[in-house]
């Protein structure tokens, strides 16, 4: 079982002071937890694309099955992108489209 300390130190500084971010930084450094959550927001937002480059690279082979051209496979480029920017936009509930 992994444990984690967390640690909460809340100091308030007069209004008129400053403060050196620089410092700061160097004074907490990132957390393993926070570096696995930065690791797999990264994996996440390579893997966020896969899905409209698969369906590129395998539209051309899949249109002759279908009885499409590729160039018809446009409407559905156009219309993943379009609710990908719904999604972000709103949430991703409000965007889901029931298959």
């Known amino acids: ?11 308030l500084m007069p ?3 400053s403060v050196n971010i620089t410092e ?9 937890l926070q570096i696995r959550i ?4 990264g994996l ?3 893997l966020d694309g896969f899905d409209i480059l698969a369906i590129g690279i ?7 099955p279908l009885h499409v051209t590729p160039n018809q496979f446009g409407f559905l480029f156009s219309e993943h992108n379009a609710q990908s920017s719904l999604r972000s936009a709103t949430g991703m509930r409000m965007a889901k489209v029931p298959s």
Request: charged share 15%; with cysteine.
């Open 1 to 11: 079982m992994v444990s984690y300390e967390v640690r909460t130190v809340v100091k």
């Open 15 to 17: 209004a008129s002071s």
């Open 24 to 32: 700061l930084i160097d004074r907490c450094p990132l957390s393993p």
């Open 38 to 41: 930065i690791v797999l927001c």
């Open 44 to 46: 996440m937002a390579l």
């Open 58 to 64: 395998s539209a051309p082979a899949i249109a002759g």
